[in-house]
């Protein structure tokens, strides 16, 4: 019951965010801010739960009730480590991104917060479903809300990026849509249950074409999302032309709805025909890592800059995806979560610079240091972690995912590890140009803010502590990731928190 | 004529009865607000009839009508619409100087027209209804005849007509002179009889294709669409693009299912070509509109290409998906025309893109709606659109359909960009100052509320929870 309840609330906190914009503009954002800060409390106390009460079982809360049973589809959320560590990321960036609109945002305030947590609402259930259908339908909804976002509160080409945005994961999001009612029927024919539950899918049985084809369908809409080099074009334009909440939910959030759907899906449900392609999923992310790495080096705009370095990031998602080994898929959720952090973190500061100065474009930055330091600490420190730097969170999500792919291919590895010499040259360029060297115009920028301090200190300390001490974000995603790798042990076992919640489903059968 | 055949088609009769009741209320006194009460409440009430007392009928009088869940279900459906736009034509020609009352004889004779459409089993009948709707039509269209564009479109949809009419009679002729009886069932007596088609009876069929396609504004017969929605009166050409199309395709689902036409690959075909041809047509030709109407005609012809996607299907479940398309569809459109009559003043109709240019800021309501009509025409989830075009794409991949299924998932994508542009352009800041323009009478402007109000609402309501009407669906079919 607390699932569903999680994304009501998202939803309810936004309606009543736009709604009480009438009264107090600033009310908007207060709302906004309690909402999240509750429901970041609330996914904190799941995991202190799971943690204390060891890992008995994979699936900490189920929730299911018959949605549409003429289709045999569920309203069935289910909460894993999987799930409940992206959903405390998001809940976790959502706080950064509404702290850091607090007053970047001048204009119509209440639907600016209504679209955040709506974005928030549906990431949330993308992170939760396991039926395939409402999958889906949270994957579109968490689009249109970041679609508003971008083209009413972006920069200057908003409306090219907004609509390249939408377009791109709205037709790739169609083939998923394609090769899910695909699946559907194949297992509907082959098992006389006509249904979209995930757990019963799992088992389907396929010829290697037809399961070829299927899990393309939905390669393509986390290939377009994570993005994959060469899917990558509508990504460092939403970036950069989002204001900077929508870059952070963007890059912290909606890359890694990709990442989850690739470990999530691809893999459990298509064991062989991904397989198959593992060797081509592995080029393709050393490709963007290199691609990602060189195009960001080249960069002028700051955000754009980061956009691209999101790209390169990205790419050892897709490497250690597909190496197919529980080390590297260790990898891949410390950088879907380091990655969300320090990206964001970038972002932030961007943002803040940009409210200060009201320019993107490095060349015209410079010696910022002597005027803010703490702000400078702050951006070496993101810079650093960029680079992967050991200490800091990404360092251990890079080392363990290369460490994963070379026991796959030696060839691939060896290049990948190329992309963090090109990382390097990519993050201290950012510091070099924008902190220190010489200032060729006269800014004069206040240090951070209060506000803004409180937004990304916490950043820093969480980015430290996942760079000295990820055990905890490891053992709670370990059960999960030896599944992925065995999915024939997938099974809906009986939750561990409360059984209330189950009710069996409708009627699967469909004459 | 029994008792019970008169009772199965009393919906038939309260419509006739309604217009002749209207011509003399006409002759007595010119009163719009009187001959509306009257149409509202007649189609009120015809429908209460429909759904109070003839659930589950199935009966057939011979040898033209057959009354069963389909009849019933579409005849339903054709009336609610027409209450609608009968809702929604009140202020539209109230602020409009010509002579508003007959228009609403026209309006229950079209209804009247596409309910014996749905209903009939029999050519004669069938064209019966055809006609009726179509000369209803034709001057409908051109009702507003002081302005220019409102005759043009008269005439080219009376000429275009006129001609499909014509290939239809050919069409049925052949179609008669092989089989020698012009009942459905006749038709496919003599098909099983004779397994296959012969030329003769194939050209036939053909030719009543035109007439259909002519209709539904299939490519290669769409060229009327977007001149008649542009010079039409608002209302009107929601009701072209509702009740004109439901009527046929509801007649084109008895005849085909009647026919067991899906088991002649020429037949599926033709159909097959057409659907893609129009998919993308309409949706090419829509990108670069800048005119609200022309460019929601555009996408009806688009949007009748999915529709066949379902409907080349063919079996249950295709028959299904096509007929809740067609809710959702009717919904949508109704929903976006009825935007467009509010917002139309007594000069011109709001139709240009730059009359939306934030309108969201100023009329926050009905730009929420029209935007989530869009959003509904280009199918996302949390609208009754999402659902219909699930419901298509399942009918199609049921029947591996696939070529069919990858070209609307590609159309969707194209059609995407023009109602997103839309709604961009409803979502930007203002430039212009805001133009006060008089209101009508409050009563009537909440009457457009409300109508679209509950449009909206059952647009959600149909996209969250689609089960019931998918129950009614298959209940009835």
Do not use: C
């Amino acid at each position: 019951m607390m699932l569903p309840l999680l994304i009501v609330w998202l939803m309810a906190g936004g309606i009543i965010a736009w709604l009480i914009e009438k009264v107090n503009a600033s009310l908007s954002k207060w709302i906004a801010f309690l909402a999240l800060a509750a429901a970041f409390g609330m996914t904190l106390a799941w995991w202190m739960q799971m943690n204390t009460s060891g890992g008995l079982n994979v699936w900490l809360m189920q929730y299911d009730i018959p949605w549409i049973p003429d289709f045999g589809i569920h309203f069935h959320l289910a909460l894993d480590g999987l799930s409940l560590l992206m959903l405390t990321l998001t809940m976790f960036l959502g706080l950064a991104a509404v702290l850091t609109s607090w007053h970047e945002i001048q204009y119509r305030v209440g639907f600016f917060y209504f679209n955040i947590l709506w974005v928030l609402a549906g990431i949330t259930g993308v992170f939760l479903t396991m039926d395939l259908f409402l999958f889906y339908f949270f994957w579109e909804v968490m689009l249109i809300p970041m679609f508003f976002l971008i083209i009413i509160w972006g920069h200057e080409n908003r409306r090219y990026a907004a609509y390249k945005f939408f377009i791109f994961t709205q037709a790739s999001g169609l083939l998923m849509l394609l090769a899910i009612v695909g699946l559907y029927f194949v297992h509907g024919i082959a098992s006389g249950t006509y249904t979209f539950d995930y757990f019963q899918l799992l088992n389907t049985h396929f010829s290697p074409q037809t399961g070829r084809l299927l899990m393309l369908g939905f390669l393509a809409a986390f290939i377009v999302k994570l993005p994959v080099v060469p899917f990558h074009s509508w990504l460092p334009d939403a970036h950069s032309e989002a204001p900077t909440a929508g870059s952070v939910i963007l890059a912290g959030l909606l890359l890694k709805t990709g990442a989850y759907g690739l470990i999530r899906f691809v893999i459990p449900l298509f064991p062989a025909a991904a397989a198959e392609f593992a060797p081509w999923g592995m080029a393709l992310g050393v490709l963007g890592i290199l691609y990602g790495a060189v195009l960001a080096f080249a960069q002028t705009d700051l955000k754009r800059l980061v956009a691209y370095t999101s790209v390169s990031h990205m790419g050892f998602v897709m490497l250690g995806v597909f190496a197919f080994n529980a080390l590297a898929l260790q990898g891949v959720v410390m950088q879907m979560i380091t990655h969300g952090i320090s990206t964001g973190a970038l972002f932030i500061l961007a943002g803040s610079l940009y409210e200060r100065i009201h320019t993107r474009d490095i060349n015209r930055m410079g010696g910022f240091w002597t005027q803010v330091p703490f702000m400078g600490t702050i951006g070496m420190v993101f810079a650093m972690a960029s680079l992967g730097l050991p200490g800091l969170g990404n360092f251990v999500a890079e080392f363990l995912t290369l460490l994963g792919a070379w026991k796959a291919t030696h060839i691939l590895t060896i290049l990948a590890t190329i992309g963090l010499v090109a990382a390097t040259a990519y993050s201290l360029r950012i510091v070099q140009k924008v902190f220190l060297g010489r200032s060729e115009q006269k800014f004069t920028l206040p240090d951070l803010s209060f506000r803004e301090k409180m937004i990304l200190v916490p950043l820093v300390v969480v980015i430290v502590w996942l760079g000295v001490y990820p055990q905890p974000v490891m053992n709670t995603v370990k059960e999960v990731i030896t599944l992925t790798l065995n999915p024939t042990d997938i099974k809906p076992t009986t939750p561990q928190i409360s059984d209330k919640d189950i009710q069996k489903g409708g009627t699967h059968d469909r004459k | 004529m029994t008792a019970n055949d008169f009772l199965s088609i009393v919906p038939l009769f309260i419509l006739t009865s309604t217009a002749i009741l209207i011509m003399f209320s006409i002759s007595v006194k010119r009163n719009h607000k009187v001959i509306y009460a009257i149409t509202l409440a007649s189609l009120l009430a015809d429908f209460v009839y429909l759904m109070v007392y003839m659930r589950g009928t199935s009966h057939s009088i011979e040898p033209l009508f057959i009354i069963d869940g389909l009849g019933v279900f579409y005849i339903g459906l054709i009336l609610i619409t027409s209450l609608i736009v009968a809702m929604m034509s009140y202020a539209y020609f109230e602020q409009r100087e010509e002579r508003k009352e007959e228009y609403y004889i026209l309006l229950i004779l079209g209804t009247l027209g596409a309910s014996t459409l749905v209903i009939s089993k029999h050519f004669v009948s069938l064209f019966l209804g055809l006609e009726i709707l179509s000369v209803a039509l034709y001057s409908m269209i051109a009702y507003q005849r002081k302005r220019e564009r409102s005759d043009e479109a008269g005439i080219k949809y009376l000429i275009l007509a006129a001609f499909s009419s014509a290939f239809l009679l050919f069409g049925m002729a052949l179609v008669y002179l092989v089989t020698g009886t012009m009942a459905f069932e006749g038709i496919a007596r003599h098909l099983t009889a004779n397994d296959g088609l012969s030329f003769m009876l194939f050209a036939g069929l053909g030719l009543m294709i035109v007439g259909v396609g002519f209709k539904l504004s299939l490519v290669p017969f769409h060229m009327w669409a977007a001149d008649v929605y542009e010079g039409a009166p608002v209302p009107v050409t929601a009701f072209i693009a509702t009740v004109s199309k439901g009527g046929v395709v509801g007649l084109l689902i008895r005849f085909f299912v009647t026919l067991n036409g899906h088991q002649y690959p020429t037949l599926v075909l033709i159909f097959t070509v057409i659907a893609i041809t129009s998919m993308f047509t309409g949706n090419i030709l829509a990108l670069r509109q800048n005119n609200v109407k022309r460019l929601l005609a555009y996408s009806s012809i688009a949007h009748m290409g999915y529709l066949l996607v379902a409907f080349i299907a063919g079996n249950a479940l295709g028959t299904e998906a096509v007929t809740f398309y067609l809710v959702s569809y009717f919904i949508t459109t109704l929903g976006a025309f009825g935007i467009l009559a509010m917002l139309s003043d007594t000069e011109h109709d709001a139709e240009a893109t730059e009359d939306y240019r934030g309108l969201f800021w100023r009329r926050p309501w009905a730009a929420a709606t029209f935007t989530a009509m869009l959003l509904s025409l280009a199918g996302i989830p949390l609208t009754a659109g999402f659902v219909g075009k699930f419901y298509v794409i399942a009918a199609g991949v049921n029947m591996q359909e696939w070529l069919l299924v990858v070209m609307l998932a590609v159309n969707s994508v194209i059609g995407l960009y023009y109602y997103i542009r839309i709604i961009a352009i409803m979502f930007e800041q203002q430039t212009k100052a805001e133009t006060s323009n008089t209101r009508l009478n409050p009563a009537i402007y909440i009457v457009s509320s409300v109508t679209l109000a509950i449009l909206t609402v059952s647009l959600i309501w149909l996209g969250v929870f689609p089960s019931g009407l998918m129950g009614i669906i298959k209940s009835l079919l």
